[in-house]
C-alpha cells in the first residue's frame, strides 16, 4: 500500500496576500467548494484576528463545505487562538493552526526574546489551542534557517504539548533541497514522540525552489504539504499545488498517493487567476498556456509520431480539454455556459445572461474569443454599483501629433467631461480623468498584460494608486488599452476610503 500525503491548501490565506488579489466572502467561498471537489484534506481559510472579513471567511467557508478540515491560523497568542476557535464553530472538521517564530533572527530581532522563552510560548499556546479543538498545527516559522538541534527541541516540546501536526516552513525560501531533506530527515530520526505527529512542508519560492524543497520533505518523510493553486504567495510565491499532485501522480513509483483529483487541475487553476486578476505565466508548468504546446520542428514531428515522444502527461489528466468548440459572436449561451464549466465556473441563469451580453461585445470586436476572456468577463469586477463609472472616452494620438484625450464619468449620477493632453495617450487619458476627480493622486505601478496573443486580444491592466498614505490596487480589461488603463485608474478610486 502506497504511502498517503495529506494537501494542505493555503490559496486563501497565505496565498490572497498577495497585494491586490484580496477576495470577498462570496469568491472565498467559490474556491473553497472547488478545493473540496479538488480533493484538497485540509483549506487554510483565513487569520480571524487580522480583520472581521478574514473572521467571517471562515465561518462562511466553514458552513460551505463538507468534508475537508477547516483551518484557522494564529499567532502563539491567546485572543488569537480564542478569535479563531470562534471562527471555526460551525466546521465539520476543524484545526487551529498556531505558532512562533524559531531561527536566531527571529528570536533576537522580531521577539527580543530567548531560545527558552520561545521554547514556554510554543508549549502554552500549543495546550492553549488544544482546549478547543483536537486537531493542532504548530509551525515553526523561519524553520529553514533554524538550527536543527534547536528545531528539534521545539518540535519535541510541542508534540507533547498537544500538538498533531507541526510545520516546518522554509519561510524566507532560502534552503537547498538538500538541507530541507537532511532537516526533515534530522526531525524524524532525533525527535522524541515524532510518530505521534505529521511533520508539514511549507515552501517559499524565492530563490525558485520551493517544489523542490516541498517534494525532498516528502522524501525524507513529511506526510502533509502547504500548497497554493497556481503557486500564488507572498513575495515570489508558495509550492504550487498543482506541480506536486502532478510529479507524484507521474512518478508512481515513488510510491505516493494523494487524494486530488487531477482533472479539476486546470478548472481550478482559471478560477483562481480569473478571480485574483493574476494572470497565469504562459511558461508555468502544468497550467501554463504553453505547457502543452509545441512550436519546435523535431517537437512537432516527434509528437505527431507518437505523443509520448515529447509529453509526459495527457493533458485531459489535468483537466485541459481539446474540445474544438470555438467561440464567436454567433456562439449562444449554450456555447458560453459550457466554456465556463470547462474552466470551472458554474454560473446562475441571471448573471450567465450579463456575462453574455458583454460576450457579445466583445465577440463583434474580436475574431475568437478564447477561454481566458470569457474567465474574465465572468470574474471581473461589475461596475454597476460603483460610485465612479467611465462614461466615454475619446483619444486622438499618432506619431508626430500630440496624444489629447476628451473623458466622461458618471460619478453619483451626475456627469461630468474634461480633456488634456499628455506625453501619450494613457497619460492624456489619465490627466484627463484628474481634472475631474480633484483629489492629490499618485501612479506607483502600472502593468499592461495581455490575455492570448492577438492584435485584438484584451489586455489586462493593473494599477497602484497612493491617496492619502494609502495604497490601493486596480484592475481593468478591454481590446482597447487605453480604457482598460483607466478603468484600472476609476478601480483604485472606487476603492479609496471616504
Known amino acids: 500500500m502506497n504511502d498517503r500525503l495529506f494537501i494542505?491548501?493555503?490559496?486563501?490565506?497565505?496565498?490572497?496576500?498577495?497585494?491586490?488579489?484580496?477576495?470577498?466572502?462570496?469568491?472565498k467561498i467559490q474556491v473553497a467548494k472547488a478545493l473540496e471537489q479538488l480533493g484538497v484534506d485540509v483549506i487554510e481559510a483565513g487569520f480571524p484576528v487580522s480583520s472581521p472579513g478574514d473572521f467571517n471567511s471562515v465561518i462562511e467557508i466553514s458552513k460551505a463545505v463538507t468534508w475537508p478540515t477547516i483551518c484557522a491560523l494564529t499567532r502563539a497568542v491567546e485572543h488569537d487562538i480564542d478569535v479563531a476557535s470562534e471562527a471555526l464553530q460551525y466546521a465539520k472538521h476543524k484545526r487551529i493552526h498556531t505558532g512562533i517564530g524559531t531561527s536566531d533572527e527571529h528570536i533576537k530581532y522580531k521577539f527580543n526574546s530567548t531560545r527558552e522563552d520561545i521554547i514556554e510560548r510554543a508549549v502554552r499556546a500549543t495546550k492553549y489551542a488544544r482546549r478547543y479543538v483536537e486537531d493542532v498545527e504548530f509551525y515553526c516559522e523561519d524553520a529553514g534557517r533554524t538550527d536543527n538541534e534547536y528545531l528539534a527541541r521545539v518540535v519535541e516540546a510541542v508534540i507533547k504539548a498537544?500538538?498533531?501536526?507541526?510545520?516546518?516552513?522554509?519561510?524566507?525560501?532560502?534552503?537547498?533541497?538538500?538541507?530541507?531533506?537532511?532537516?526533515?530527515?534530522?526531525l524524524k530520526e532525533h525527535v522524541d514522540g515524532i510518530d505521534r505527529a505529521i511533520l508539514s512542508t511549507h515552501c517559499h519560492n524565492d530563490?525558485?525552489?520551493?517544489t523542490a524543497n516541498t517534494l525532498s520533505g516528502v522524501m525524507a518523510g513529511a506526510r502533509q504539504v502547504e500548497v497554493t493553486v497556481n503557486g500564488i504567495g507572498e513575495r515570489a510565491g508558495n509550492t504550487s499545488l498543482e506541480e506536486i499532485a502532478m510529479i507524484l501522480k507521474c512518478h508512481r513509483s515513488l510510491?505516493?498517493?494523494?487524494?486530488?483529483?487531477?482533472?479539476?487541475?486546470?478548472?481550478?487553476?482559471?478560477?483562481?487567476?480569473?478571480?485574483m486578476n493574476m494572470p497565469v505565466?504562459?511558461?508555468?508548468?502544468?497550467?501554463?498556456?504553453?505547457?502543452?504546446?509545441?512550436?519546435?520542428?523535431?517537437?512537432?514531428?516527434?509528437?505527431?509520431?507518437?505523443?509520448?515522444?515529447?509529453e509526459i502527461m495527457d493533458p485531459k489528466d489535468v483537466g485541459i480539454d481539446d474540445n474544438s468548440i470555438v467561440l464567436t459572436a454567433r456562439s449562444g449561451r449554450a456555447a458560453l455556459k459550457y466554456r465556463l464549466m470547462v474552466n470551472g465556473v458554474d454560473l446562475p441563469e441571471e448573471k450567465l445572461d450579463k456575462v453574455y451580453e458583454k460576450f457579445l461585445v466583445l465577440a463583434d470586436q474580436k475574431k475568437e474569443v478564447t477561454d481566458a476572456d470569457v474567465l474574465m468577463l465572468a470574474g471581473a469586477d461589475t461596475a454597476e454599483a460603483h460610485a465612479v463609472k467611465l462614461d466615454f472616452l475619446q483619444v486622438t494620438t499618432g506619431k508626430g501629433v500630440k496624444s489629447v484625450a476628451s473623458i466622461g464619468l458618471d460619478i453619483s449620477n451626475q456627469k461630468f467631461e474634461a480633456a488634456a493632453s499628455g506625453n501619450g495617450p494613457v497619460d492624456a487619458a489619465i490627466k484627463a480623468l484628474k481634472k475631474i476627480i480633484q483629489k492629490q493622486?499618485?501612479?506607483?505601478?502600472?502593468?499592461?498584460?495581455?490575455?492570448?496573443?492577438?492584435?485584438?486580444?484584451?489586455?489586462?491592466?493593473?494599477?497602484?494608486?497612493?491617496y492619502d498614505g494609502s495604497l490601493y490596487y486596480g484592475f481593468g480589461a478591454n481590446t482597447d488599452i487605453v480604457t482598460a488603463s483607466v478603468e484600472a485608474y476609476i478601480d483604485c478610486i472606487n476603492k479609496f476610503k471616504k
Do not use: W
Request: charged residues 20%; proline residues 4%; hydrophobic residues 35%.
Open 8 to 27: 494542505f491548501d493555503t490559496t486563501l490565506r497565505d496565498g490572497e496576500q498577495v497585494p491586490g488579489c484580496q477576495l470577498n466572502t462570496v469568491e
Open 255 to 275: 510510491g505516493i498517493d494523494t487524494n486530488i483529483n487531477t482533472t479539476k487541475i486546470y478548472p481550478i487553476s482559471r478560477m483562481v487567476s480569473s478571480l
Open 281 to 310: 505565466q504562459p511558461n508555468k508548468a502544468i497550467v501554463g498556456r504553453n505547457a502543452f504546446a509545441h512550436s519546435s520542428g523535431i517537437h512537432q514531428d516527434g509528437v505527431l509520431k507518437n505523443v509520448h515522444t515529447y
Open 441 to 466: 493622486m499618485t501612479l506607483k505601478e502600472f502593468t499592461i498584460q495581455a490575455i492570448s496573443k492577438g492584435s485584438d486580444d484584451v489586455g489586462k491592466v493593473h494599477m497602484q494608486v497612493e
Open 207 to 210: 530563490l525558485g525552489m520551493a
Open 162 to 186: 498537544g500538538a498533531t501536526v507541526v510545520n516546518i516552513p522554509d519561510t524566507t525560501g532560502y534552503c537547498l533541497p538538500q538541507e530541507y531533506y537532511e532537516k526533515i530527515k534530522y
